[in-house]
């Protein structure tokens, strides 16, 4: 089992930037690939970046050229750098981390890929 904690949420105005951050514990050599995925009130659930075990990233086009995804096996730590901030991307974020070898190009394709997800962290950006 892995267990996921997801930290760095929090306020920022339209423009800024914030970081969020998740720590895996567990059982950490099961994990391949790995994503952030947001949900807006009424909305479902979308992904947002994701990382497979070599490095390989997908992005929404969304957030395409404003969030980087990294990931740092040595820590058990992935991240979410987050510039240029929009109103549109309040949202609570949710890091997950999967057992399957997931092609880059589906990293965000469903949420089914996942086996485990942090309780989330609220991200409210104000205009």
């Known amino acids: 089992v892995v267990q996921l904690k997801e930290s760095g949420g929090g306020s920022a105005q339209s423009g800024g930037s914030l970081r969020l951050s998740c720590a895996a514990s567990g059982d950490i050599y099961s994990i391949s690939c790995m994503g952030w995925f947001r949900q807006a009130p009424g909305k479902e659930r979308e992904g947002v970046a994701g990382?497979?075990?070599?490095?390989?990233?997908n992005y929404a086009d969304s957030v395409k050229g404003r969030f980087t995804i990294s990931r740092d096996k040595a820590k058990n730590t992935l991240s979410l750098q987050m510039n240029s901030l929009k109103p549109e991307d309040t949202a609570i974020y949710y890091c997950?981390?999967?057992?399957?070898?997931?092609?880059?190009?589906?990293?965000?394709?469903?949420?089914?890929?996942?086996?485990?997800w942090g309780q989330g962290t609220q991200v409210t950006v104000s205009s």
């Open positions: 997950a981390a999967s057992r399957i070898i997931i092609p880059a190009s589906l990293l965000l394709h469903t949420t089914g890929l996942y086996n485990y």
């Open positions: 990382i497979d075990s070599d490095g390989r990233t």
